[in-house]
């Protein structure tokens, strides 16, 4: 599975941004997408998380401002970013949990988006 995000750029203040990631390849059944991000000197943390189902999880940070969305049929998953604030300016990732089934059993992986940068000035 291969993941490409597109959306990132500069905003001012107060401002909104809509990230979006396509899933594309053969390799399992994709199950739970989500959205992370590293700022500069800072280690990567999860900003929004979307199960195949719908059911949403979101960092304490995240909660009111962004809103993250999907589309099964089409592999893909947005983030709506409002309110944006200096503070939000990192690189953000898309990941997605993808299970492989196979004669020997499922086995889980892993896959990341190579990052689309989100700058808010102040």
């Known amino acids: 599975v291969h993941l490409v995000e597109s959306g990132g750029g500069l905003v001012q203040f107060g401002g909104s941004l809509r990230l979006s990631c396509v899933a594309s390849?053969?390799?399992?059944?994709?199950?739970?997408m989500a959205w992370y991000r590293q700022a500069p000197g800072k280690e990567r943390e999860l900003v929004a998380s979307?199960?195949?189902?719908?059911?949403?999880n979101y960092a304490d940070f995240a909660k009111g401002r962004f809103t993250i969305s999907r589309n099964n049929a089409e592999n893909t998953v947005d983030l709506q970013m409002n309110n944006l604030k200096p503070e939000d300016t990192a690189d953000y990732y898309c990941?997605?949990?993808?299970?492989?089934?196979?004669?020997?059993?499922?086995?889980?992986?892993?896959?990341w988006g190579q990052g689309t940068l989100v700058t808010a000035s102040s």
């Open positions: 990941h997605a949990d993808v299970v492989v089934t196979t004669i020997e059993g499922d086995t889980n992986l892993e896959h």
């Open positions: 390849g053969r390799g399992g059944s994709i199950k739970t």
């Open positions: 979307i199960t195949s189902r719908g059911d949403t």
